[in-house]
Structures are given as structure tokens and as C-alpha cells.
């Protein structure tokens, strides 16, 4: 047997195919990827010596380009506090070369830092109040984004939606936009600084938003403050004022884990509505007055892409005298695992 004329052919179809393996992996990629978040958590109220579990997100996203300039995503929520809900069904187009993008469907409203932060990269078990009652939309229609500047980056984004929230769509019909637009302005690849205004209108009454933020953010340490303002057509219930202020310092941990974070948070909200009218025809506080501070620490496990985090908090709650506050709204610790992958 005639070994080399054997081995030089096969050499040479290996060589061929590790080539024709190269110029595959080096076009762009138009796979789906999906991505998921899954966060499990159990909270004890000392006041009232009671306690439950809960699995507060478990959501699946898919994600990908058809062409270069177009991609998609879709994600649904299968455990959105107990329900199942549809969150995000867009697809944009993207110009690098103008630096602009331009979304069709339906998706979170560009406004706020916190209420704009997906679940799998929130700082503490449960959300700000900006993030949860006051700015917290999503909504069907178009936005758009366009990004300048090289010393100091600025995004402008904005976006003109129905109005009708994600489950009223197909007899939704309207004259009355709701709009959106944020400015997000980089300053020394560390300080970021937000504002926005946005227009709703839940049923009949418009409600006017503006927000102002800012952030200062390096691998150890997260610094952040936010404003909001919320006013009512026609006096049809009093502004509204929410603030959210924390910090998060990272330490890096040798063994089980990669780092472990100690953090602290302020936030606060005036009574606040949510612009529907009750049997009477007029707007009242479905949230109370309140202040609170949450102490907390994070152990961090994983990679950038594939990370879980284990979190336990302490929330303290401070009501008027005359509040007698919701059971899930009291002074609480909570335990989270949140995976991400």
C-alpha cells in the first residue's frame, strides 16, 4: 500500500474543508438566538408575620437579523407575576453608516433609566417605584433612533405608539397619539445623563411625563439618580413626584462565586394615579404616598452572556399615619435567584 499517494489527498480535501469552514464562520450569522430569564423569590413580612414564593419573570426571547440591516425580536413573559404576558414583537431597521434605526410593533417605551432596564440586569429584587408604577409602558407603534457624536456620544430616540397598551390593538382606533422621546448624552465613557418627556392617555385624561437622570458606572462601582414628574390634564389629579437614588459597589470574590455587591437605595413616591377613573368619574391614588430604603447584597455567578445572580434584601417602608398600606407594599426581606441565560 502506497501510503503517501493516500494521506496526500486526504491533506488536501482536510485543507479545503477547514478553508471553506473558515469563509463560513467569517459571514454574519442569521440564526435565531434565544435568550431567557428566569427570577424565583421568596419574601417575609415581619409586620404581619407572613410570607410566600414566587416566581416573579420567567421569560424566553428570540432574537436575530434576516439581512444585515434587518432584525427582529419577540419575547413573552410566561410568569409576569402569574400571568402569561406578550412583552416585545418588533422588527427595526438599522443604518450603521447614518448611525439610525427605525422599530415597527410593539415595545418599551424609550423613557427613563429603570423602567427601561430589562429584569436580568435590575440591581435589586424588587423595582423602583419610577420602574413599577409611575413610568413603566409598553406600547404598540413606531420609534426611532439616531446616534451622533464621538467625544461626547448622543442618542436621540423617540417614537409616536397607539395609546391602546399591548392586549387592545386590532379595534383600536384613535386621533390622539401617545409619544416618547429620551436623550442619552456619554460623557468620559462613564457618566451617563438621561432626559425624556412622554405623552399617554389611559382614557380620556392626557398625562404629560418628564424625567431627568444620570449615572456614573465602572466595573466596581453604580451610581444613580432619578427624577420624575407626572402631570394631569385639566387639574384631574394632583402632579405626581418619584425619585430614585442608590448605589452599588462590586467587590471580587475567589471561590463559588465572581464578585459580590453591596448596595443601598432611596426612592420615593407621592400619591400617585393611574389615569383611570373609578365608578364616580374621577381619578384616585391606586398607590399611596411613600418613602423607602432597601439594603442589599448580590453574589454574582457566570459569564457575561450566561450569569446568575443570588440577592437578598431588606426593604423599609415609611407611610402617613393615616395610610394603611397593601400587605405586599410593608416592610419585607426578600431572597432572589435570578438566571439568565
Known amino acids: 500500500m502506497n501510503i503517501p499517494r493516500i494521506i496526500l489527498p486526504l491533506l488536501l480535501f482536510a485543507q479545503g474543508t477547514i478553508t471553506v469552514c473558515h469563509a463560513q464562520d467569517s459571514r454574519p450569522s442569521y440564526m435565531p438566538e ?21 416566581v416573579r419573570n ?3 426571547s428570540v432574537n436575530g437579523k434576516i439581512v444585515p440591516q ?5 419575547e413573552i413573559d410566561l410568569s409576569d407575576e402569574g400571568k402569561i404576558k406578550m412583552l416585545d414583537a418588533y422588527a427595526r431597521f438599522s443604518s450603521k453608516s447614518l448611525m439610525t434605526s427605525i422599530a415597527m410593533g410593539q ?3 424609550p423613557f427613563t433609566i ?3 432596564r430589562s429584569p436580568h440586569r ?3 429584587a424588587n423595582r423602583s417605584f419610577i420602574a413599577k408604577q409611575v413610568g413603566n409602558v409598553r406600547d404598540v407603534g413606531v420609534s426611532a433612533a439616531h446616534s451622533f457624536g464621538e467625544t461626547v456620544p448622543v442618542t436621540v430616540e423617540g417614537g409616536i405608539f397607539n395609546g391602546s397598551g399591548l392586549t387592545d390593538q386590532k379595534d383600536y382606533w384613535t386621533r390622539s397619539y401617545n409619544f416618547s422621546v429620551k436623550t442619552t448624552v456619554c460623557f468620559l465613557e462613564r457618566f451617563t445623563a438621561v432626559a425624556g418627556v412622554q405623552k399617554t392617555r389611559p382614557e380620556d385624561i392626557s398625562i404629560i411625563m418628564w424625567n431627568a437622570g444620570a449615572f456614573y458606572h465602572t466595573s466596581l462601582w453604580h451610581i444613580e439618580a432619578e427624577y420624575l414628574r407626572k402631570n394631569y390634564s385639566g387639574g384631574a389629579f394632583p402632579g405626581v413626584n418619584a425619585i430614585d437614588a442608590f448605589a452599588s459597589r462590586r467587590f471580587p470574590v475567589r471561590k463559588y462565586a465572581n464578585g459580590i455587591s453591596v448596595l443601598a437605595r432611596y426612592d ?3 400619591d400617585h394615579s393611574d389615569g383611570i377613573k373609578d365608578e364616580n368619574g374621577v381619578l384616585t391614588a391606586n398607590d399611596a404616598e411613600r418613602h423607602r430604603l432597601t439594603f442589599g447584597t448580590t453574589l454574582h455567578f457566570g459569564t457575561k452572556k450566561i450569569f446568575a445572580d443570588l440577592r437578598v ?4 417602608y415609611f407611610y402617613n399615619k393615616s395610610t394603611t398600606p397593601n400587605v405586599s407594599e410593608r416592610d419585607k426581606i426578600v431572597v432572589e435567584l435570578m438566571c439568565r441565560f
Open 58 to 60: 420567567a421569560r424566553v
Open 122 to 124: 435590575q440591581y435589586f
Open 268 to 270: 420615593y413616591m407621592s
Open 313 to 316: 434584601n431588606y426593604e423599609k
Open 107 to 109: 415595545m418599551r417605551v
Open 114 to 116: 429603570d423602567a427601561h
Open 70 to 74: 434587518i432584525s427582529y425580536k419577540a
Open 34 to 54: 434565544i435568550h431567557g430569564t428566569i427570577r424565583a423569590k421568596y419574601e417575609y413580612a415581619p409586620q404581619t408575620n407572613r410570607g410566600r414564593s414566587e
